[in-house]
């Protein structure tokens, strides 16, 4: 057999490295605590249509004082429509909101300001919600872990689906810690990044067990050789096909960050990470997760 790089050998320095990231995060979600999107939290939501990008500095120091409250501002586009989107916790009464364009009016009136949307969602609906997104997260990755169970079973498919539902896990924490070092507010966008990831961290995962599969029928060498000759042949496929993704996602986050349109940012740059996160987890973490797992048990049963 070929000689080979040695991903079962070097496992101890992929599983430090995962971890000093997961601890990064970690620090950064205690210090600075997570953003929550009023769509989770409850909250009101006023937009408004202009001709001239306002300061957002500015706006937010209107907001503070018309208000009475801390608002997050945003530069934004919907429908094709540029908004700045101004949004601050609980209800803001009819009174307020008049007071609060009038001020507007006033201190920006060559950005031509006008009322695009105002919403208000209560802080139990925006809990339900969340909780129903997590229940959808949970729920696609215990469906993709009896996939693999099933697609696998000749090879050991529990222990390979446990593999890989450790790695999903791994890129589920690397873009949600994403969203928290970055400071984006967790939304709509951060479930949908969540569910993404899952299905594009298995694709990668499920090519190479299923080249292990095939290179067991054909050799009866140890597993770890088996396991390092099936990664190293997938591994220019899986790069290559992750650089493309990223590339893709690249050129979006950029015209994103140019165009300053938030809601594009905030999918983009955790979707980046975790494409990233999914390429790694499938060479460097499932495989040779799988093989500890089989040695451990053979040690338990011997």
């Known amino acids: 057999m070929k000689k080979t790089f ?5 496992f101890k320095y992929f599983l430090f490295a995962s971890l000093a990231v997961m601890l990064i995060g970690l620090v950064v979600n205690i210090v600075f605590g997570t953003r929550m999107d009023v769509a989770f939290k409850g909250g009101t939501v006023i937009r408004y249509s202009y001709e001239t990008a306002p300061d957002v500095a500015k706006v937010t120091s209107v907001a503070k004082e018309a208000l009475g409250a801390e608002a997050n501002v ?3 586009e919907i429908n094709s429509t540029q908004v700045v989107s101004v ?3 609980g209800k803001v009464t ?3 909101k008049q007071t609060f364009a009038d001020t507007l009016e006033k201190e920006f009136k060559d950005c031509k300001l006008v009322l695009f949307s105002s919403n208000t969602l209560s802080a139990s609906m925006g809990s339900r919600f969340f ?3 997590l229940f959808a997260v949970a729920l696609a990755a215990v469906l993709l872990l009896v996939y693999v169970g099933l697609r696998f079973k000749r090879i050991g498919g529990f222990s390979a689906g446990l593999a890989a539902l450790i790695a999903l896990l791994h890129d589920l924490l690397i873009v949600y810690f994403a ?3 970055f400071r984006i507010d967790l939304n709509e966008n951060f479930v949908a990044v969540m569910l993404t990831i899952l299905g594009y961290s298995l694709n990668d995962t499920i090519v190479i067990f299923d080249r292990i599969r095939s290179n067991r029928r054909k050799s009866d060498a140890p597993l770890e050789e088996i396991v390092n000759l099936s990664l190293n042949q997938c591994l220019r496929r899986t790069v290559v096909t992750s650089l493309t993704t990223c590339v893709a996602i690249a050129c979006v986050l950029g015209v994103a960050l140019v165009m300053r349109v ?3 940012i905030s999918f983009a740059l955790p979707m980046l990470l975790g494409s990233i996160s ?3 987890s499938s060479i460097c973490l499932s495989g040779p997760i799988w093989v500890r797992w089989l040695n451990r048990q053979k040690k338990t049963a011997a």
């Open 131 to 133: 909780l129903r997104c």
């Open 74 to 76: 945003a530069l934004d």
């Open 6 to 10: 040695d991903f079962i050998g070097k």
């Open 278 to 280: 999914g390429c790694y």
């Open 179 to 181: 969203f928290v070092i």
């Open 87 to 89: 949004t601050l916790p």
């Open 94 to 96: 009819t009174e307020q």
């Open 262 to 264: 938030d809601s594009i």
